[in-house]
C-alpha cells in the first residue's frame, strides 16, 4: 500500500512553530506527485478528522481553515518536492495526530476523498 512520508512533528510550548513535510514514498508517485492534490488533516483525541488546508498543484493555491488561516501556511518549493505544513503560533487547542493525504484530481475537504495517506505525526502543544 502506497504511503506518503511525513515529518516534522513533535512538542513544543504555546506560542511556538513546527513545520511539517509530506513526501511521495521514494519512487512511487515521483512522477506524478506534481499533479497530486494534497491536503491536510488532523485529528485529535475523541473527535473525528479535520481538515486543516490543502494545496493544489498547477496553479497553484493554497487553501486553509478558518481556524488557522492566520497562524498556518502551505507550501512547495519544486514540483516533486515535499508539501509543506508551516504552523506558527500553536495553541493547546492544536494538539493532534497530524495527516497528510493525495488525490489525483481537485482540492477537496473531505478526508474520504483522498486515497493515498501518510502514516501521521503528533503535534502536542502544552501552555
Known amino acids: 500500500q502506497v504511503q506518503l512520508v511525513e515529518s516534522g512533528g513533535g512538542s513544543v510550548q504555546s506560542g511556538g512553530s513546527l513545520k511539517l513535510s509530506c513526501a511521495p514514498p521514494g519512487q512511487t508517485l515521483v512522477r506524478t506527485w506534481s499533479t497530486y492534490a494534497v491536503g491536510w488533516f488532523r485529528q485529535a483525541p475523541g473527535k473525528e478528522r479535520q481538515f486543516v488546508g490543502a494545496?493544489?498543484?498547477?496553479?497553484?493555491?493554497?487553501y486553509l481553515s478558518d481556524s488557522v488561516k492566520d497562524r498556518f501556511t502551505i507550501s512547495r518549493e519544486n514540483v516533486k518536492g515535499p508539501v509543506y505544513l508551516q504552523m506558527s503560533n500553536l495553541s493547546p487547542n492544536d494538539t493532534a495526530i497530524y495527516y497528510c493525504?493525495?488525490?489525483?484530481?481537485?482540492?477537496?475537504?473531505?478526508?474520504?476523498?483522498?486515497?493515498?495517506w501518510g502514516q501521521g505525526t503528533q503535534v502536542t502543544v502544552s501552555s
Open positions: 493525504a493525495a488525490r489525483a484530481g481537485p482540492v477537496r475537504a473531505r478526508p474520504e476523498s483522498y486515497n493515498i
Open positions: 494545496f493544489m498543484p498547477g496553479v497553484p493555491r493554497t
